[in-house]
């Protein structure tokens, strides 16, 4: 799992922050600073910005071949990584033919073949009929599983108290309170938390 720091000031343009062995200060990063920061670390979007013109294999492969992985080293990566989200069979379909829970999948994966070490997750399942949230966290589970860092904006709090190694909770943009899951889920200190959190119970673990 990567250390991942990150210290920033009011303005997002500022501060500092710390992927692996890289430290970047945000108003001055060099041009070669940024490019390592970007190829450490990988996103999942709300609405998955797959690209529509190409299939899923070739969503996957795309980035990899960018960063001059060879074809059939990306082709190989690519379907392990499909296979690990349930999803190789569908290797050949283009993202219009896909469900939502599906095309997020392929998002993640898409994600997890780069072999980040930080992947950046939106409200992964903000987007998603309910019906469907529980096969993308689960999906978010086994990344979990690989060791990977991960940020996620959630509002599944459940879900958050049972992966979530630390939890931030933020309100208009301002951290609030930040600690252990189980710290600020189950005896948060600050009354703007507990206003938040008062709807949620955390009794049992979330089950997929």
Known sequence: MSRFLCSLAPNQ????????DVSVNLPTAARKDIRAVRRSTAMVFQSYNLFNNKTVLQNL????????????????????????????????EYP??????????????????LEPQLILFDEPTSALDPELVGDVLKCIRGVAELGITMVIVTHEMSFAFDVATRVVFLDKGVVVEQGSARDVLLSPREERTQQFLSRFSFDSQYTI
């Open 61 to 92: 492969t795309e980035g990899l071949v960018v960063r001059k992985v060879a074809k059939k080293e990306a082709e190989d990566r690519a379907l392990s990584t499909l296979e690990k989200v349930g999803l190789v069979d569908k290797r050949n």
């Open 96 to 113: 219009c033919y896909l469900s939502g829970d599906q095309q997020q999948r392929v998002g993640i994966a898409r994600a997890v073949v």
């Open 13 to 20: 343009d500022e501060g500092e922050l710390t992927l692996g």
